[in-house]
């Protein structure tokens, strides 16, 4: 008896960017120098049982029927820890950082671009986004060797 699997590939393209700017800041750069419209969207991307959440912008180019998400990877939060093992309360706090996709803890952005963009359009964006100054470099992402691609659906 055979049998069949139906594998559904990724329709999305995505790629890593290392900077040190914050999201709204990058965004900006993004739009001044690939000429696109990225806004704020309206909820970050936070999960039920984590105090993390992460920024995203979108922009929606109705020309080529493509929607791209640019998706924060990192959150630095504050978290409290108290103890009462004695007669006072020992109350301690610090900076915890968390990952979206947790294997690639170096990446600061990722750009998920949904649709059908060929490999020069994909290889061109990837080069307008080096040639902005404040960012350090960016490369193409394969999303199907990722453990944690999941975490990129919404």
Known sequence: MN??????????SLIGIYTAEEDYRLAFLINKHLNTKFYKYKDDLDFKD???????????NKTNRLTSYLISNKFIGNERITSEANLFSNEVLFSQTMYLISEKKKVDYFLKI????????LNNTIG?????KQVITSYKICPSNLK???FLTF
Do not use: C, Q, R, V
Request: aromatic residues 10%; proline residues 0%.
């Open 148 to 150: 944690s691609k999941d």
């Open 50 to 60: 984590s105090i993390a959440s992460f920024s995203i912008f979108k922009y929606i």
């Open 128 to 132: 307008e986004i080096n040639k902005i």
């Open 3 to 12: 049998i069949h699997s139906l594998e559904l590939a990724d329709n999305y």
């Open 114 to 121: 949904e649709g059908d963009i060929s490999t020069g359009e």
